[in-house]
């Protein structure tokens, strides 16, 4: 063969071998959580291909990934034609775009290029209903489509988040090795973290923070009330430290530290440490203010959760802290009106609290936010249990809880007693029926009573120390005063009641007018 021959063939050959496809996983959506997801990819030996609606930012991730130490492992493509013919089979295509009509739009692009057999997963905030309707409809055409939650924020999605995954588990066997690679690991003892030997070092042993949740949307939803959780423990963080401004006058320095010192017991979390970090913040260029005493008092939120706290109303299970901690942002966001309204009324005033009050009261805090945060998950796992009911999914429980323990921003040293609570018994119906539950509140509860009475006397606004405190009140209660409303509803509407001596289920009638006609059995 003449050498001009082998030339030419040499060039085919790679002509041919480039447009091999090569990628492992392809990643669409390069804002803050995919481009670090798409390093953690790669980090974990996964080469990886990227496209972005807009290509100048795709240009500036690869800026970006020429001075990471994998990053020639990504491959960048401008259009969906090329990125989708860069993977190999089966493809599998993660998304991170906005919810709703983003992802939507990205879903109807991208399928027309798919194949039998292919993946498409959706790791944003989805509404887990759409997700059930995009798994239904792709199935239908061969395409296995997952809604997975990805919890841990940028650094989270860098270096190791807690993610979620719903799906057929056909889909799930195909994505499993990334997700699990990628995922934050946990010892599975203790189910505390494992760091990397150096700082952000991918970490390769220990339990990963992923599990297969269950079919269709039920991977986004456990993400969504991990979400409305993460309200309810910010809240309650947030009441705190309110309640230690106003009834102690503590500085955020002051805070800082007692936020520190829970942080090193039962309370260990992320959120509290981040909060420890966040009050000793002194603002830029001012080291005499802080700078949360300089941001504005208006919360903002992205919807998740209202929506669980909207599939809570829907599945009639109480989860009434949660709902407050959504509503506590909506009212701090009337900042004008609130304004205007605390120059009508004075606040009541209460004799400065020290010395070793001071102290016990700060103890009090401590138990009236770890009360609360019992009675939160409480809440936040019994929805998930309803939604399992209602939605026939086989929800893990002590799974779920082992995930939630490291990656996620609610991961907390206290989700390894969840994780053992369910691990005993998995059909626990309330965490407050597991003995240790049981008996911390036991314990503390007379401290969470104190500082809500306290707030109420003082004046400060607590909504999910409080609601929490009724719905352990109302839970533990043998007797409700329901049988009054029952008896309302049915003298105004005929609406029926059932008798405390009668079987349940038959139903009575009383004509409230004339009273002194017999009850109708109906
Ligand atoms: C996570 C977070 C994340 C969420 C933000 C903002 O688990 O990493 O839950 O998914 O989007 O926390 O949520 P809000 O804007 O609603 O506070």
């Known amino acids: 063969m003449s050498e001009e021959r082998i030339e030419s063939i040499l060039v085919q050959v790679s002509k041919l071998s480039s447009m091999r496809p090569n990628c492992d996983v392809g990643l669409i959506g390069l804002a803050v959580m995919g481009q670090n997801l798409v390093l953690n990819m790669v980090d974990h030996g996964f080469r ?19 001075v990471e130490p994998c990053g020639s492992n990504v491959s960048a493509f401008e259009t969906l034609d090329s990125f989708i013919e860069s993977l190999k089979r089966p493809r599998k295509v993660v998304m991170l775009v906005q919810a709703g009509a983003a992802t939507e739009a990205i879903i109807q692009a991208v399928l027309p290029l798919l194949d039998e057999g292919d993946v498409l997963i959706d790791g944003g905030n989805a509404l887990w209903s759409d997700t059930v309707c995009r798994e239904k409809e792709l199935a239908g055409k061969g395409i296995h489509f997952i809604g997975s939650g990805v919890s ?27 997700w699990v690679a990628i995922a934050a690991k946990v010892d599975s003892d203790t189910g505390q973290p494992i760091e990397g030997a150096q700082p952000g070092e991918p970490v390769t042993d220990g339990e990963a923070c992923t599990t297969y949740v269950g079919a269709d949307g039920a991977g986004h939803y456990v993400k969504m009330v991990h979400n409305g959780i993460e309200y309810v423990d910010m809240q309650l963080i947030c009441e ?14 002051e805070m800082s530290v007692t936020f520190r010192g829970w942080n090193e017991g039962e309370l260990n979390s992320f959120l509290i440490e981040i909060t420890a970090d966040i009050l000793q913040q002194r603002d830029y260029g001012d080291e005499d203010h802080f700078l949360v005493d300089r941001i504005l008092d208006a919360a903002g939120q ?28 909506c009212l701090s966001a009337q900042k004008d009106e609130r304004v205007t309204a605390s120059k009508l009324f004075d606040n009541p005033k209460l004799p400065p609290v020290t010395g070793e009050q001071k102290e016990l009261l700060i103890a009090a805090v401590r138990d009236a936010l770890y009360c609360s945060k019992i009675c939160a998950y409480a809440q936040g796992f019994a929805l998930m249990g309803e939604a399992a009911k209602e939605y026939g999914w ?7 809880a082992k995930i939630f323990r490291g990656g996620c921003i609610i991961r907390a040293r206290f989700l390894q007693k969840i994780t053992e609570a369910y691990q005993k018994q998995d059909d626990l119906s309330n965490l407050i029926l ?17 500082v809500v009475s306290l707030a109420a006397e003082a004046g400060v606004s607590c909504p999910a120390f409080m609601a929490a405190l009724a719905y352990f009140d109302g839970y533990r209660s043998a007797t409700l005063p329901a049988n009054l409303l029952q008896a309302q509803r049915d003298y105004f509407g005929a609406h029926t009641y059932e008798r405390t001596d009668a079987p349940r289920g038959q139903s009575f009638h009383t004509d409230w007018p004339n009273p002194m006609r017999p009850q109708q059995k109906i």
């Open 48 to 66: 990886v291909a990227v496209f972005n609606r807009t290509y100048a930012r795709t240009k500036s991730f690869m800026e970006r990934c020429a």
């Open 152 to 178: 841990g924020g940028e650094l989270g999605a860098r270096f190791g988040p807690s993610l979620m995954p719903g799906g057929s588990k056909e889909a799930w066997a195909l994505l499993e090795p990334i």
């Open 240 to 253: 705190a430290f309110q309640l230690m401004k106003e009834l102690l006058q503590m500085s955020p320095d």
């Open 302 to 329: 992205k919807g998740t959760g209202k929506w669980s706290s909207q599939s809570a109303l829907d599945l009639g299970s109480p989860a009434s802290a949660m709902a407050e901690a959504v509503f506590a942002r």
């Open 394 to 400: 086989n929800l893990n429980f002590a799974n779920l």
């Open 434 to 450: 597991d003995p240790y539950f049981t008996g911390q509140l036991k314990e503390r509860q007379s401290g969470w009573r104190k």
